[in-house]
T-cell receptor
Framework: NAGVTQTPKFRVLKTGQSMTLLCAQDMNHEYMYWYRQDPGMGLRLIHYSVGEGTTAKGEVPDGYNVSRLKKQNFLLGLESAAPSQTSVYFCASSYRRCSPLHFGNGTRLTVT | KQEVTQIPAALSVPEGENLVLNCSFT??????LQWFRQDPGKGLTSLLL?????REQTSGRLNASLDKSSGRSTLYIAASQPGDSATYLC??????????????FGEGTQLTVNP
């Protein structure tokens, strides 16, 4: 049982480049989330999904897009990376709202 | 807007000591509260979840309490070990009409247990 798997683990981008972060969960969870974690700012919700085919904006959605075409996968896209998007990105999933969250091990992204 | 505060930001204790980590929140209209552990370079691992109707939850050497009316939770770690060294975060979850739920995290307490 792998839980929540994120790829890649590390990535360096130049300003203006694009990339997609992949998240996969094998627990049949309905809810999936993308967070970013920055020193002094804690965890902030970027986008989330309450089921296959649904997405919604979180606290800091600007500059990011998401898709949930399959229940087990949640993709986070950066269309034109900016240095302010340098962060550690975490994907998480839960069975339903307010149930225990399961996190991936994160993607460390640096934008130069 | 819900705010979650964890004090102290860092704590260093000798091995074997019992310790308490604190979490406070400003809005008592919560559904539940979770405690997480984060090891360096890793994601968060859920330790305990306390429903708003509960007073405490226990798992092994960990005991979490909740006083919803005063907006406080504590995580008690008994007989601390070097392997307990990590950052501990609390998060409160509230139900919302538009989004379904909102989870608000504290910034965590970085615990170091010295051998």
């Amino acid at each position: 049982n792998a839980g929540v798997t994120q790829t890649p683990k590390f990535r360096v981008l130049k300003t203006g480049q694009s990339m997609t972060l992949l998240c996969a969960q094998d627990m049949n969870h309905e809810y999936m989330y993308w967070y970013r974690q920055d020193p002094g700012m804690g965890l902030r919700l970027i986008h989330y999904s309450v089921g296959e085919g649904t997405t919604a904006k979180g606290e800091v959605p600007d500059g990011y897009n998401v898709s949930r075409l399959k229940k087990q996968n949640f993709l986070l896209g950066l269309e034109s990376a900016a240095p302010s998007q340098t962060s550690v990105y975490f994907c998480a999933s839960s069975y339903r709202r307010c149930s225990p969250l399961h996190f991936g091990n994160g993607t460390r992204l640096t934008v130069t | 807007k819900q705010e979650v505060t964890q004090i102290p930001a860092a704590l260093s204790v000798p091995e074997g000591e019992n310790l308490v980590l604190n979490c406070s929140f400003t809005d008592s209209a919560i559904y539940n509260l979770q405690w997480f552990r984060q090891d360096p370079g890793k994601g968060l691992t859920s330790l305990l979840l306390i429903q708003s109707s509960q007073r405490e939850q226990t798992s092994g050497r960990l005991n979490a309490s909740l006083d919803k009316s005063s907006g406080r939770s504590t995580l008690y770690i008994a007989a601390s070990q070097p392997g307990d060294s990590a950052t501990y975060l609390c998060a409160v979850c509230a139900l919302e009409e538009t989004s379904g739920s909102r989870l608000t995290f504290g910034e965590g307490t970085q615990l170091t247990v010295n051998p």
